[in-house]
């Protein structure tokens, strides 16, 4: 299947699940947005999660990697299934105290090599603070993959490449910075803090 195909039929399952909201919508990244991603509704079919993460696996199966690192929440289902069509380990780094940081005894090996997974990228901040964990244990991240970039490629310099399913260019902007017709709308925060 072409990558046009391919993200021909992305966008259809993020409408049909529900996974594509419009609105007025507070960032991660603490960024406004008319969209909002919001992938558990698309991962919540493990039919469709095997699909997509077996996408992603065929776009980096060239790349040597001993396992799969992903940031909680978002990106737990991708590093799941990216693990299980690449038939390596997945790890999950977590929050504590507003930051993410390795728990449960999970072991990052010197010297090794790790693909990164996420939902979505609009700064990369999780996705950068995962590849600074590996770092800090002597690991590599090979690469960084994701569903959806709605970046336009401003997100973080993961030092690696990026790979994903979708790039889409999606407005955001500062909250000093709001156009009229978003700034009369509530505002929620649809996702993780």
């Known amino acids: 299947m072409s990558s046009t195909a391919r993200s021909n039929e992305l966008l259809t399952l993020l409408g049909d699940t529900g996974a594509l909201l419009e609105g007025h919508f507070v960032l991660r990244s603490g960024l406004h947005s008319r ?3 919001q992938c558990a509704h698309l991962l919540q079919y493990p039919a469709i999660a095997s699909k997509i993460c077996q ?6 199966q060239h790349l040597q990697v001993d396992a799969v690192i992903s ?5 737990l289902f991708i590093g799941h299934e990216l693990g299980r069509h690449l038939e390596k380990r997945h790890i999950f ?3 504590e105290d507003g930051k993410l940081v390795l728990r449960r005894h999970f072991v990052i090996e010197p010297g090794s090599r790790f693909l990164v997974a996420e939902d979505v990228i609009t700064r990369g901040g999780r996705a950068m603070e995962a590849v600074q964990i590996l770092r800090e244990h002597g ?5 960084v993959v994701c569903i959806v970039d709605r970046s336009s ?6 030092g690696c490449p990026l790979f994903s399913l979708l790039a889409l ?13 978003l700034a009369a ?5 649809p996702g993780s803090k």
């Not at 490629?153 to 993961?158: E, L, S, V």
């Open 139 to 143: 690991a590599e991240a090979a690469a």
């Open 169 to 181: 260019e999606v407005e955001t902007y500062s909250p000093d910075a709001l156009p009229a017709d």
């Open 35 to 37: 969209s909002f991603f």
């Open 93 to 95: 780094v977590e929050k």
């Open 153 to 158: 490629g401003t997100h973080a310099d993961f």
């Open 185 to 189: 709308i509530p505002a929620v925060h």
């Open 71 to 75: 940031p909680a929440m978002g990106g």
């Open 55 to 60: 996408w992603l696996a065929d776009d980096v």
